[in-house]
C-alpha cells in the first residue's frame, strides 16, 4: 500500500490566500468518514447534465475554533459558507485535487470526542443555481459563446471557465430573460449534442468541450490505460458496478428547430404596463419604472443609445422620458420620465411600442434508421431533463437527432470501476484521470472488454490518505463517438465545398 500526502485548506479570511490562522484544516480532519469529493456528470451518461461538485469532511472541534456562535475563537466573524475550500495532493504528484466553497458548517456539539463540525462543500457550477441571468438576444452564436456570456452574467470571473472549446453548434437566436443561469447551461449543451461535456476540472475550473472534442483530442481517441481484473496492473478492486442499460436506448428523436425573425412592416403597440398606484409627478420630479415584455421585441431605436424625447399629454409639453437598457434582452428595460419645471402630472400606464417579434418552430425527426433497435428494445425516446436549446437550423437538428440515435439506438454500458491505492501504479492512475478520458475496463464475470469515457470521478481518503479509493464512473464508447471528422475544408489550395 502507498499512499498520497493530502492537505485540505478553508480560506476562512477570504482573501486568496489559504496561510492565515486556521485555514489549514489536515491534521483537524477526523478519519471518519475522512474526506469525500466527487465531480463530472449526476448520471453516468453523456447525455446527461453536469453535476455540481461536492465534498464532505468533519473536523475535531474540542478547541470550539470552529464553533459559529464562541466569539471567543481565532475564528470567529469568518466561518461563513462560501468561504474556498481546497484539496490537494503534494506527493506522489504535486496538484490540486477538488476546488469549491462550504455551503455549511453542521454543529455537532456532544458526539464522541468532545465536538465535530461537519463541512459540506459545493463546486463552482452550483454557483450557477437559483440566479437569474439577463443576456441582449444575440444572433448567429456559438454555444460555447452563449455559456461566456452566460457565466459572465452569471457573476463569475473569467478565471473560472477559461477552458472553453469552440462549440459546433450555432444558435441562430439566443437570450436569457431571468431564466436560471444553470437550466440554461443544461439546454446549451443539449444543443451542442451527444459527445459534449460541461464539468469542474480538478482546479474547479469550468471546461467545456465540444461534440468534437472526444473525436479530435488524444487522450479520448487513445485508451489511457486498462483498469482489469487479472494480475496486470492497475487492477480494479470491489465494489465493481455494472449496468447494461438495456432500457436507456433512444430510437425515435425529433428535435425542434425555431427561428426568430421581426415583423417590420409596422410599429405597433406591443404591450400597455398598468402603472399601479398611479404615479403623480410634482414639477421637476422623477419617476423611475421596469418594463417587462413577454417577448422579445426589436424597439425603434438602438438598446442604450435611445433619445430622450418630449412627453406630451393632450399635445401639451409636460416632461420628457428616456428609456435604457436594463441587461436587456429585448423583454427587459427601465424607462425614466421627468416632469417638466413647472408642471404636475399624473399617470396609470406606460404604453410600449415597437416592431414586435414572430417565433416559428418544426419538428425535425432523425433520418438515420432505428427499425432494427425499436424491434429489439421497442421505440423510446429522449431521456428526461434533456432539453435542447430550440433555436437552432434545421440542419442543425436533423443532425442532433440523427447523432443521438446513431449514439444511442444500441445500449451503453456504464460501470463505476474502483480503484484502491494498493500500489503506485494504482495511486497515480487515481491521481491523473480525468472527464472524457478513454479507458478500457475488462471485468471477466460480466464479459466486459470495452473502451469507455470517464464521466464521473469521486474520491475518499481516510486516515491522511492510508485507505484511499477512486470510483470511475465510466460509459461505453459509442459507435459515432469513433467516427472521424474532417477540421478543414481545402486542401493544398482546393476548396472541396463542405
Not at 122 to 148: C, F, H, Y
Request: contains cysteine; charged residues 20%; hydrophobic residues 40%.
Amino acid at each position: 500500500m502507498v499512499k498520497a500526502t493530502w492537505g485540505v485548506y478553508v480560506d476562512w479570511e477570504n482573501d486568496g490566500d489559504v496561510t492565515g490562522t486556521g485555514e489549514n484544516v489536515t491534521a483537524r480532519v477526523l478519519n471518519e468518514p475522512g474526506v469525500v469529493f466527487e465531480r463530472g456528470r449526476d448520471q453516468i451518461r453523456a447525455l446527461a447534465p453536469p453535476m455540481a461538485g461536492r465534498c464532505e469532511f468533519v473536523l475535531n472541534n474540542a478547541s470550539k475554533d470552529y464553533s459559529v456562535e464562541y466569539a471567543s475563537g481565532p475564528l470567529y466573524g469568518n466561518l461563513l459558507p462560501g468561504r474556498e475550500i481546497a484539496i490537494n495532493t503534494t506527493s506522489p504528484v504535486l496538484a490540486t485535487q477538488w476546488v469549491g466553497r462550504v455551503d455549511d458548517l453542521q454543529q455537532e456539539p456532544f458526539l464522541k470526542g468532545g465536538g465535530r463540525v461537519r463541512i459540506p462543500g459545493l463546486g463552482m457550477l452550483a454557483r450557477l443555481k437559483g440566479i437569474p441571468v439577463w443576456v441582449d438576444l444575440q444572433e448567429n452564436i456559438t454555444t460555447s459563446a452563449a455559456l461566456a456570456l452566460l457565466f459572465a452574467e452569471a457573476g463569475l470571473a473569467g478565471s473560472a471557465y477559461t477552458l472553453l472549446d469552440t462549440g459546433q453548434t450555432t444558435l441562430t437566436a439566443w437570450w436569457c430573460a431571468g431564466d436560471d443561469a444553470f437550466d440554461m447551461l443544461r439546454k446549451l449543451l443539449a444543443a451542442e449534442g451527444p459527445g459534449s461535456a460541461i464539468y469542474e476540472q480538478a482546479d474547479g475550473r469550468i471546461a467545456f468541450h465540444s461534440r468534437h472534442y472526444r473525436l479530435l483530442t488524444a487522450r479520448s481517441t487513445t485508451s489511457q490505460v486498462t483498469f482489469g481484473n487479472a494480475s496486470t496492473e492497475p487492477k480494479h478492486s470491489l465494489p465493481f458496478s455494472y449496468q447494461p442499460n438495456l432500457k436507456d436506448v433512444v430510437n425515435s428523436v425529433t428535435v425542434a428547430a425555431a427561428a426568430l425573425s421581426y415583423d417590420r412592416d409596422e410599429l405597433r403597440d406591443l404591450a400597455t404596463i398598468p402603472v399601479v398606484p398611479a404615479v403623480t409627478l410634482a414639477p421637476a420630479g422623477v419617476a423611475v419604472i421596469s418594463v417587462v415584455l413577454d417577448a422579445p421585441a426589436d424597439l425603434e431605436s438602438t438598446p442604450g443609445f435611445y433619445e430622450s424625447p418630449n412627453l406630451t399629454l393632450d399635445g401639451v409639453a409636460v416632461g420628457a422620458y428616456s428609456a435604457t437598457y436594463d441587461q436587456a434582452t429585448g423583454l427587459l428595460f427601465t424607462l425614466t420620465i421627468t416632469s417638466a419645471a413647472s408642471y404636475t402630472f399624473t399617470f396609470d400606464a406606460v404604453v410600449i411600442r415597437g416592431y414586435p417579434s414572430v417565433s416559428t418552430a418544426l419538428l425535425v425527426p432523425q433520418t438515420v434508421d432505428a427499425s432494427a433497435s425499436q424491434a429489439k428494445y421497442g421505440t423510446r425516446g429522449l431521456p428526461g431533463g434533456f432539453s435542447p436549446w430550440p433555436y437552432i437550423t434545421a440542419v442543425a437538428a436533423q443532425e442532433l437527432a440523427n447523432s443521438v440515435v446513431v449514439n444511442y439506438r444500441e445500449p451503453r454500458a456504464t460501470v463505476s470501476v474502483t480503484i484502491a491505492n494498493a500500489n503506485s501504479t494504482r495511486l497515480t492512475q487515481q491521481l491523473t484521470r480525468e472527464i472524457s478520458d478513454r479507458v478500457t475496463v475488462v471485468e471477466s464475470q460480466t464479459g466486459l472488454n470495452a473502451a469507455m469515457f470517464v464521466e464521473r470521478i469521486r474520491h475518499e481518503v481516510r486516515e491522511g490518505g492510508r485507505f484511499h479509493r477512486t470510483t470511475f464512473g465510466c460509459e461505453k464508447v459509442g459507435a459515432y463517438d469513433d467516427y472521424f471528422v474532417f477540421d478543414v475544408d481545402n486542401f493544398d489550395g482546393e476548396s472541396f465545398g463542405f
